[in-house]
C-alpha cells in the first residue's frame, strides 16, 4: 500500500476530507495531552488504577494516530476496523476492571472533611 492524500483516498468524500482530518488531528493532539497528564498523574500517585487509566489513554493515542494512518492510506480500512475495535473493546475492559478493583462504593454523601473544608 502506497502513502496517498487523504484528497485521493476511495472510501472518503474530498469534500469531507479537510473536516475529517481537522477531527483527526484535534483528537491526536487531544489524546497525547490527556496521555501526558495521566504519566504525570501515575508517576505521583503510583497506584493500579491510575496505571489503568494511563493505558487507556496510551491506547486512545494510538488509536487516534491509526485513524490518521487510515485517512492518508498507510493502514488499510480492514487493519483500520480490526486495531480501533480490538482497542475499544482493550478500554471498555480496562475501565470495568478499574471499576471493580476500586471497591464497593458507599451511598453515603461526602463529609466535609473528605470535600477539604478547613472548618
Known amino acids: 500500500m502506497e502513502h496517498t492524500s487523504p ?14 482530518l481537522a477531527v483527526i488531528v484535534l483528537a491526536v493532539l487531544g489524546t497525547t495531552i490527556l496521555f ?22 496510551g491506547l486512545l493515542v494510538g488509536r ?19 486495531v480501533e475495535h480490538g482497542v475499544d473493546l482493550t478500554i471498555a475492559v480496562l475501565i470495568l476492571y478499574a471499576v471493580y478493583r476500586s471497591g464497593p462504593g458507599t451511598d453515603e454523601p461526602a463529609s466535609e472533611s473528605a470535600l477539604g473544608s478547613d472548618d
Open 36 to 57: 501526558l497528564c495521566g504519566v504525570v498523574a501515575y508517576s505521583r500517585r503510583r497506584s493500579l488504577r491510575y496505571l489503568l487509566i494511563t493505558i487507556v489513554l
Open 7 to 20: 484528497f485521493e483516498v476511495g472510501w472518503l468524500d474530498p469534500e469531507l476530507a479537510p473536516i475529517l
Open 64 to 82: 487516534s494516530f491509526v485513524g490518521l494512518g487510515t485517512a492518508f492510506g498507510v493502514v488499510p480500512m480492514t487493519i483500520h476496523h480490526l
